[in-house]
């Protein structure tokens, strides 16, 4: 494992393997499957009635629900920097979006999913938006991955391309095909690998705009394109579990699905529903950070569901609990080991969340309450709506889950703990730096 050089693992953090899965099991598949901009309203298992997902559906009904999952970031970049390390996007200088203009990447020494379940025995395979740089020494291949294809950042994003290993394959992106495409990727990987020990990243490009969905769905939904993007996602979700059960895998891959950040609400009806949460993508409400999140694995996981914090960076430790890999040496984690959550009925070792706008912070939930900083008039643009400028805030997010009553007033020492503890935070990650963004050249396609 690469050497580190920062300080130490998460306090406390437990690796005991606990009963229901032990050193003489074989390794799990681990598959996760993961959305662009969907929000947390945007499943019928979190209360959607426009879009049909009978697949996720079933997954949540028969596996564990996640309620309260947090994206480490409410962007792209970021939330899958953190995702694939396991640590707060500051810790790897990756806390904007990348664009195509810039040259800029993870970095080297930073330890991904992909590199420890490798390490672990694991084929590992990328399908999907990267979004972590597109330079050759930044791409999946030089970071864990030993297939990949996909579009390496945002649909939006010019020059729109197909990656395949580290070569283009195709500047002729028709994205109308693309959730199709990604999904035949996916299934041809796990028919090629089902006699070993696998990891597959699926990382959808839906429902970020632009939309599209393929004539099989398109126009099919009751609530327009979005919705269709949706059922298509849903769809795909379909035909991995038909290809696992196909190949007589199914009970031995965990399934992981969830959301990079929250719903792009400035869209419209192209940008989905954060519903019940406040605001969305781009913003630390509630709707910009917490996700949909649902974990399958066939008699292993019993139903339920949870409704303790998480957050996606616990996957890392999770993964490596159960591949029995080597978490990276004398590395902070941020992420806390899962197991014993989806497989038992215990609890995550903290509750503890910072959330992050670019490198500052903006909030920190712990426990049941979030205390948001001060913020002057966010005039609304193309990304975020108008959010007006408000002071301290302290919500009790289990009673008050939209934000909307303010108990600075009558919490004066929860809000003293709070504030005492989000400045601890802030002072250890004193002397890390953001990578900076090149300035866009003039010449570059819009």
Known sequence: MKNKIIATVVAGMAFGLPSAF?????????????????????????????????????????????????????????????????????????????????????????????????????????????????????????????????????????????????????????????TKTYTKEALRFIGENKDRPFFLYLAHTMPHVPLFASDQFKGKSKNGLYSDVIEELDWSVGEVIKKLQELKLDENTLIVFSSDNGPWLTRGPEGGSAYPLFQGKMTTWEGGHRVPTIAFWKGKIKPKVYSGLITLMDWFPTFAQLAQAELPDNLMMDGCDLTDIILKNEKRENEEFYYFQGAKISAYRSGDFKLTLPEGLRKGNRFVPDVPAHDTLLFNLRTDVGESTNLVKTKPEKLAKMSEELEKFRNSLSGLKVKVSEQRPVDWPR
Request: hydrophobic residues 30%; negative net charge; contains cysteine.
């Open 22 to 178: 032990s050193t003489e099991t074989k390794k799990p598949n681990i598959i996760f499957i993961f959305a662009d901009d969907l929000g947390y309203g945007d499943l019928g298992c979190y209360g959607s009635k426009l879009n049909r997902t009978p697949n996720l559906d079933k997954l949540a009904n028969e596996g564990v629900r996640f309620t309260d999952c947090y994206a480490a970031a409410n962007v792209c970049t970021p939330s899958r920097a953190a995702l694939l390390t396991g640590r707060y996007p500051m810790r790897s200088g990756l806390a904007n979006v990348l664009h195509p203009w810039q040259s800029t990447g993870i970095d080297s020494a930073e330890v991904t999913m992909p590199e420890m379940l490798r390490e672990a025995g694991y084929h590992t395979g990328m399908v999907g938006k990267w979004h972590l740089g597109h330079h050759k020494e930044h791409l999946p291949l030089q970071h864990g991955f030993q297939e990949y294809f996909g579009i390496p950042y945002s649909n939006d994003m010019k020059p729109c391309i197909y990656v395949r290993g580290n070569e283009v394959e195709s500047t002729e992106v028709d994205q109308t095909q693309t």
